[in-house]
């Protein structure tokens, strides 16, 4: 292999690595982040607004966005949700599927790979 080739290899491999790990770490400290904070997701991969819908049976939460459009997104065993307590002055905690009701504030990320699939859930606490 010519050395040029190679060094083109060896910065690849880093870029991608670099990639990979922001990603990662970012998936990491998505907890901590504050609804509509989250740098490349909020509003670009997800949805802000209140819960206007949770069908149990179906596992379903909608989202009517700012504009009044409403977005229903399936919410899996692998959707992470969590309680935004950063009005609060409190750190974010792990939340579940039951704070997940009418009427409070919520950032839903959509998955690219499974259209209408959850990610992840922030739901501001009350």
Known sequence: MNL????????FGMALGAATS????????ERF???GESPGKSNRTSYIGRIVAVD????TVTVQDD???GHT??????TRIWLDRSALG??????SYADCQ????AEVSYTLVAEGVADWIKVAAN
């Open 4 to 11: 040029n080739r190679r060094k083109i290899l060896i910065v």
């Open 22 to 29: 922001a990603g990662v770490a970012q998936q990491t400290t």
């Open 33 to 35: 982040i504050p609804i």
């Open 56 to 59: 149990a049976g179906g596992r």
């Open 67 to 69: 504009g009044g459009t």
């Open 73 to 78: 997104l399936q919410v899996t065993n692998s």
């Open 90 to 95: 409190l750190s974010n905690e792990v939340g």
């Open 102 to 105: 009418v009427g409070r504030r």
